[in-house]
Structures are given as C-alpha cells and as structure tokens.
C-alpha cells in the first residue's frame, strides 16, 4: 500500500500561487495520483489526477516528475474559499483498488 | 444526479445499541467504503467493498461490520458501539475511469456520538 506524505499545514494569502507537495517514494508502476479537497464536516471532493508530467484543468494544475516519487499541487491565485484540507491519494493497484491511504492531509489556510 | 446517501446524518446514541448507518449510491458503482474522521487523524479506510458479496477490512474494522448484498447499497453495521466510536462517517463510492484512474465519490458524512 502506497503511503504518503503531506506538509501538515500551510498558510498563504489571497492572490498568491500555493503549491502543496506530497511525498509517495512506494509508488506502484500502475498507480494514479490524485488530490482531494475537503471543507469542513463535509466529504472530500476530486480536485485532479495524473499519472506523470503534468495535468491541468480549471481549478489546479498536479506536476509529477519522471520518477513519480513526488507530486505537486498547484494552486493558482488562491482565494478565501480554498482554505481546506487537501489530500493526496496513491491507490493501491496491485491486485485491488479498494485499499486507500488518505492520511492526515493538508490544512490550507488562505489570509485576506 | 450522481449521489452517494448516508442516514442517519447525526445520531446520538448509548454504549451497547446496536445501529446501523445506511449508504446508498446510484452510479451503478463496483466499488464502495467507509471512512471515519477524528480530529488530528485525518481520514481512516474501515472497510471497502470492491463488488456485490465481497468486502474487505481497511485500517481500523474493529468494532465494525459491513455487507453488500446489492451493488448501491453499503451498511455499516455497530454491533455495540462504544464512546472511542464517537466520530464522524464518510461512505465512498467509485469506478475505474476509462483511462485508467479513478474518482471517489464521498456522502456527506454522518455524525455518530456514543455516550
């Protein structure tokens, strides 16, 4: 099972570019990386996914390197309302996909 | 509109009552979870199904039951809850994407407090 490892918080201001980094040094050969957003007392919600280089839609853009040990997550212009915790999620993809490592996550905190 | 339903959304209830959390999904999804979040732990896998009569424990099963005799339903099944289950519950689904990757699609919690 594909561990990972997230800072545990990080703080930025509105306007400013956040990127979150997460370590996954047990990364599968199949494995796909994806990040979670969660407010609170709500369930986590997809933000993005990829499995190498880098891969952009509307809200973030995930860089992953050649290696794929690491990823990054990249926030443009955060604003107020992307204060959350956020995931990064390796599946296990051996021989399931159910068996999933969420962790602690990411505490952003965005400041006016 | 894909959903995945949990009820009871708030439940308190006393040590030893048995109590079941319903969740329901109607993506025709093969995959469904249970997840409970505390404070400082982040989210922790209990168990996940990956079709109809196959399940499996995750990190923390004990204390816990489940069971998925139909595809979008999932129960979590408290034989005699006990106040260290006193959290707040996520019921997952999801399917393997066409191009290999997945997304999860998580309920909107359920907050159980035993006494």
């Known amino acids: 099972l594909a561990k990972t490892t997230q800072p545990i918080s990080m703080d930025s201001y509105e306007g400013q570019e956040v990127n979150i980094t997460c370590s996954h040094n047990n990364i599968a050969t199949n494995d796909y990386i994806t990040w979670y957003q969660q407010f609170p007392s709500q369930g986590p919600r997809f933000i993005i996914q990829g499995y190498k280089t880098k891969v952009t839609n509307e809200v973030a853009s995930l860089f992953i390197p050649a290696d794929r040990k690491s990823s990054t997550l990249s926030l443009p212009r955060v604003s107020l309302s992307d204060t959350a915790v956020y995931y990064c999620l390796v599946g296990d993809r051996g021989s399931t996909l159910g068996r999933l490592y969420f962790g602690r996550g990411t505490q952003l905190t965005v400041w006016p | 509109e894909a959903q995945v339903t949990q009820n009871p959304r708030y439940l308190i209830t006393v040590t030893g009552k048995k109590l079941t959390v319903t969740c329901s999904q109607n993506m025709n999804h093969e995959y469904m979870s249970w997840y409970r979040q505390d404070p400082g732990l982040g989210l922790r896998q209990i168990y996940y199904?990956?079709?109809?009569?196959?399940?499996d424990k995750g990190d923390v099963p004990e204390g816990y039951k489940v069971s998925r005799k139909e595809k979008r339903n999932f129960p979590l099944i408290l034989e005699s809850p006990s106040p260290n289950q006193t959290s707040l519950y996520f019921c997952a689904s999801s399917s393997r994407d066409r191009g290999g990757g997945n997304t999860i699609y998580f309920g909107e919690g359920s907050w159980l407090t035993v006494v």
């Open positions: 199904s990956m079709n109809v009569e196959v399940t």
